[in-house]
Nanobody, 120 residues
Framework: QVQLVESGGGLVQAGGSLRLSCAASGRTFNRYEMGWFRQAPGKEREFVAAITWSGAGTSYADSVKGRFTISRDNTKNTVYLQMNSLKPEDTAVYAC?????????????WGQGTHVTVSS
């Protein structure tokens, strides 16, 4: 079992930055691929970024590539999402998720999410 708690959301002006954090419980954090997803009002949840269990590999949605950076600190059981050059269309609830390394992209554990609002 993995429990995930996000933090770092808030209100920011367009062009600004935020860093989201996702703290995980348990002693096997380094066995999980971690992902960030978002859901805007009235829209489907969409993939934002993912990082492999070791941190060696990352992937991003085209809409955030070059602006967002995912990273992890396995000593702190935490994954981060650095968001720069934010746009109003980035407004959403952002949630982190965990997939056991033997089942990549099969996200079985989810956090509650943190709200990000980007004003124009």
């Amino acid at each position: 079992q993995v429990q995930l708690v996000e933090s770092g959301g808030g209100l920011v002006q367009a062009g600004g930055s935020l860093r989201l954090s996702c703290a995980a419980s348990g002693r096997t954090f380094n066995r999980y691929e971690m992902g960030w997803f978002r859901q805007a009002p009235g829209k489907e949840r969409e993939f934002v970024a993912a990082i492999t269990w070791s941190g060696a590999g990352t992937s991003y949605a085209d809409s955030v590539k070059g602006r967002f950076t995912i990273s992890r600190d396995n000593t702190k059981n935490t994954v981060y999402l650095q968001m720069n050059s934010l746009k109003p269309e980035d407004t959403a609830v952002y949630a982190c998720a965990a997939a056991y390394f033997t089942s990549p992209q099969q996200y079985n554990y989810w956090g509650q999410g943190t709200h990000v609002t980007v004003s124009s």
